[in-house]
T-cell receptor, first 112, second 114 residues
Framework: GNSVTQMEGPVTLSEEAFLTINCTYT??????LFWYVQYPGEGLQLLLK?????DKGSNKGFEATYRKETTSFHLEKGSVQVSDSAVYFC???????????FGAGTRLAVHP | EAQVTQNPRYLITVTGKKLTVTCSQN?????MSWYRQDPGLGLRQIYY???????DKGDVPEGYKVSRKEKRNFPLILESPSPNQTSLYFC?????????????FGDGTRLSIL
């Protein structure tokens, strides 16, 4: 079946450090891939997405590239800020019907 | 403002006492769904609805019911709650069933079943 695996957290970084959160997936067909972010006490917000191989999603300085050959969709940011502290979820949809399959989530803490 | 509204945000109750969590969206979205979030498991889909009067089970439907009598509302019903349903619940909506449409999430409902 479809599944998403992402690196365990928490990830603790200093402000302006480089961020990578790894995500790999297993899916039938050609899934769409997403990163969602959850700030404390809030619901999930779509951060970025990619719908086909080699697409790069980007938003707010975050980037992720859909790599079909390695079934990966790693999240990166060149310089994190304290305000980026949140839980990040990698997710996929495969086969329509908008059912999101989520990874376990990775908590990011950025310190000044 | 486009939003998905869930109520209540927090609820502590006891085993067996029926409860309903409401979800309402103001975007005229056809597709709505419920997820539960548990540590180490991410979010898992409970039920979804493609449109009014059309609902179907997700991955973890046991112990839950839903209804979709109006397009904007999609309540989650726990007829006889049990402690293993203690969790953080999210309602989501999107425009149609296409997989590249973004989903809008509510702020969550934290349920504690004692």
């Amino acid at each position: 079946g479809n599944s998403v695996t992402q690196m365990e957290g928490p990830v603790t970084l200093s402000e302006e450090a480089f961020l990578t959160i790894n995500c790999t997936y297993t899916a039938t067909g050609y899934p769409s891939l997403f990163w969602y972010v959850q700030y404390p006490g809030e619901g999930l917000q779509l951060l970025l997405k990619a719908t086909k191989a080699d697409d790069k999603g980007s938003n707010k300085g975050f980037e992720a590239t859909y790599r079909k050959e390695t079934t990966s969709f790693h999240l990166e940011k060149g310089s994190v800020q304290v305000s980026d502290s949140a839980v990040y979820f990698c997710a996929l949809i495969s086969g329509g019907y908008n059912k999101l399959i989520f990874g376990a989530g990775t908590r990011l803490a950025v310190h000044p | 403002e486009a939003q998905v509204t869930q109520n209540p945000r927090y609820l502590i109750t006891v085993t067996g006492k029926k409860l309903t969590v409401t979800c309402s969206q103001n975007m005229n979205h056809e597709y709505m769904s419920w997820y539960r979030q548990d540590p180490g498991l991410g979010l898992r889909q409970i039920y979804y609805s493609m449109n009014v009067e059309v609902t179907d089970k997700g991955d973890v439907p046991e112990g839950y019911k839903v209804s979709r009598k109006e397009k904007r509302n999609f309540p989650l019903i726990l007829e006889s709650p049990s402690p293993n349903q203690t969790s953080l619940y999210f309602c989501a909506s999107s425009d149609g069933s296409y997989s590249n449409q973004p989903q809008h999430f509510g702020d969550g409902t934290r349920l504690s079943i004692l």
